[in-house]
């Protein structure tokens, strides 16, 4: 038997074939179905699409100048307390504003928060966000203020948790 196997070698070719592409295919479903992050902005298609209103966005930011000064804490192992300072350029508070902050860890993306602020005092922001793991992260902000609205993106190193 294994000489004749050996003999017609080339039977095996198309069952190795076979195989190998079965395999990948296989391979190839459970990694696509796998819940990997894959850093994927949301609705990546339309904002690129919508690339002349991230224009004027950047356009408005110019105009109004507004200062975002953050404060990141840890409140404990997983909770990260965000505070803002919000102010005009000729250094008037932004108050009244409505505050919207998301929270994206540059490693995982997919695991991104939406945190809304509440106010507190005289340009002053708080409100807290479940981030269990130390990293770099990357907060977007968005400020809406009537008719005006301000974006801004700040990038910051969040230490692990001290017990």
Not at 144 to 160: E, F, M, N
């Amino acid at each position: 038997m294994p000489a004749l196997l050996l003999r017609n070698r080339w039977i095996l070719v198309p069952v190795m074939l076979l195989t190998s592409a079965i395999a990948f295919a296989v391979i190839t479903v459970a990694l696509a179905v796998a819940d990997y992050p894959l850093g994927v902005e949301p609705r990546y298609d339309s904002r690129a699409a919508s690339f002349e209103q991230e224009r004027l966005q950047h356009r408005e930011n110019d105009r109004l100048r507004w200062i975002v000064t953050p404060t990141l804490s840890r409140l404990d192992a997983s909770l990260l307390g965000v505070q803002l300072h919000i102010e005009d350029k000729h250094a008037n508070y932004i108050d009244g504003a409505r505050i919207e902050v998301e929270c994206i860890p540059i490693a995982n993306a997919d695991q991104r928060q939406t945190v809304e602020l509440t106010a507190v005092g005289a340009g002053n922001y708080t409100g807290s966000s479940v981030i269990a793991q130390e990293g770099a992260f990357e907060f977007r902000v968005t400020v809406i203020k009537g008719a005006d609205q301000y974006t801004d993106l700040i990038r910051r190193s969040i230490p692990a948790a001290t017990p």
